[in-house]
C-alpha cells in the first residue's frame, strides 16, 4: 500500500508509510471520516491526513496529522512566528543604518528615476559590500521563514480542528522539537505509539463542518482517480440528467 501512495503521488515510501500507519491509528480510535492531502478551511496549508470522528449527541472531533520523515522536514514547518519577527526587525532596522551610510559615503550610486531626490532610487549591489549582502540575505531567509515556515503554529493558531499529532519515525522524536499543543505519536515497526497526548482546542461547528466537507472531497477525489471517472465523465451524465 506504501508503494502505491508513493507511486500515485510522488512521495517517498517512508512519509507514505507514516500516512498509512497514521490513517490505520485514526480510524482505530473511531475517526471514520479520512482523507489524505486535504485542503484545510481558513488556510492555504493542506493536511497529510485529515480526520473526523462522529458524535451521536452533537458535531463530532476533526483532527489533523502531519508525517515528518526528516528532521529538516520538521524544523521547516516548527517555526515560532513571535521569535522570527522580532529578528526580522532588528535585521530590517540595521538594513535602513547600512542603506543610509552608504548614500552618504557612496553618492554616486544614485540613480534619478523619480522627480524628487529624496525618493531616487541606489544601486547599492554595485559596489558588492559584503555585510549588506549579508544583511540582504538573512531578510529574505526570515521573510520566507515567517511565512512559510510556521504551518504548525498557524494550524493551531486558525482552528482548523480540534486535535493535532505529528507522526514521525521512532528514531526522528525528539521531546523538545514537538511543536506545542500537539501529540506525538512514533512509528515502530508499522505502528504508531502515541507518547505526548495533544492539547484540545475548542472549534465552532461550523468549522469542522467545513473541514468535513474537505474530507470528503478529497476522500472523492481519490475514488474518481481510481475508477479513472474524468470531470467530462461528469458533465457528460449531468447533462443528461437536467436536459
Known sequence: MAEELKS?????AAHAGLKRAALIWAQA?????CA?????????FRADLAAYRPNKKEIGTAAIFECKQAFPDLRRDNGCSAVTAKRLEKVFQRR?????NLRIHYPALRIPDSLFADFDSHNFAAIEHCGYARVLRELSALQNRLYDCT??????RYRCANLFFLVVPNGLFREPEIPFGWGALIESEGELVLVRKPLWHDVTSANRLKLLERITAAATRILNKQLEI?????????????P
Open 8 to 12: 500515485r503521488r510522488g512521495e517517498t
Open 29 to 33: 480510535r473511531g475517526y471514520s471520516a
Open 36 to 44: 489524505f492531502e486535504v485542503q484545510l478551511p481558513r488556510c492555504r
Open 96 to 100: 535602513q543604518v547600512l542603506e543610509k
Open 151 to 156: 504551518k504548525f503554529e498557524r494550524l493551531i
Open 230 to 242: 474524468t470531470f467530462d465523465d461528469v458533465c457528460a451524465a449531468r447533462s443528461r440528467s437536467y
